[in-house]
């Protein structure tokens, strides 16, 4: 409506140009991914992800995480950014925002041309070797997989893609639960090490590099624009209060309460594409996507 049109628009004027964003699942749901929290999200499915250290320590549950990625992580990687991320784009373009930080691993921002980013919670298309830390690209680490479990994949894996029961960050359902003989393969460089996506699992910890950051864009923004988060996790809980205790103005875009609600000096019940169609339309910006 006209008043929340008007209480954006205000935001993005008293910040002249340090208009921070920060970004959550809400903004990918648009490319098909899911998210976490919303009524038809992951967790209402009954999704629970991998803990840090439960990956780190128990075999069985990094079989089950891998098996598991076989089919979600290819509908996770053919997916392509869409208009709130062309749109957060060319806002930067533009200066009408000073650059992102968000929680989303998809490196859906990066692929649309945004230049000042923070992913906080890292990005999911590289492995990392946790004793020597080698990197390699995910999708050849998917490729070695596929060739590992030829015979279990034909076994257990009777599911069509179009069919499977895809969830958040690249995982899907399985209705099969026997991954006794399913192989991970172990670092190409090291020969043992344990391979580990490039992002932050529950309970891990952020490097300090990017947290420091996403606190220094918060310190330099004169105003936040939450879009698409419920600022459950406390990574973001702690940017938003940092914020807040400054007295910059914060704005958001979420269907549903959030955990930072007292701090909002308004709030957008809509979808993040609407609003930023919205928002690009009274500012005069064009976006074309690619």
Known sequence: NEREVSQLMSLVEAADGKLLV????????????????????????????????????KEHLRKRYWARSLVGWRYFDAVSPSFPHFALQKLEQEKVISGIVTQNVDRLHMRAG???????????????????GFHKPRRDFQLSLEEANISWTRSHLINRPED???????????????????????CDSCGTGIMMPTVVFFGGSIPNEVKDSA???????????????????????????????????????????????????????????????????????????D
Not at 32 to 53: A, C, L, Q, T, W
């Open 22 to 57: 920060i970004t959550g699942a809400g903004v990918s749901t648009e490319s098909g991914i899911p998210d976490y929290r919303s009524p038809e999200g992951s967790y209402s499915k009954g999704h629970k992800p991998v803990m840090h250290n439960e990956f780190v320590k």
């Open 215 to 289: 606190a220094r864009m918060v310190d330099e923004a004169n105003g936040i624009l939450i879009l698409g988060s419920s600022c459950q996790v406390f990574s973001v809980f702690r940017l938003c209060k940092a914020a807040n205790q400054k007295s910059v103005p914060i704005g958001m875009v979420n269907i549903g309460p959030t955990r930072v609600d007292p701090m909002l000096d308004f709030k957008i019940e809509a979808q993040c594409g609407r609003t930023l169609r919205q928002l690009c339309s009274e500012i005069g910006v064009s976006i074309e996507q």
């Open 114 to 132: 945004t230049k000042s980013l923070v992913e906080l919670h890292g990005h999911n298309d590289h492995v990392q070797c946790l004793s020597c």
């Open 164 to 186: 499977a029961d895809i969830r958040a960050d690249g995982d899907a359902h399985l209705v099969n639960e026997d991954f006794h003989e399913f192989k991970v393969p172990n």
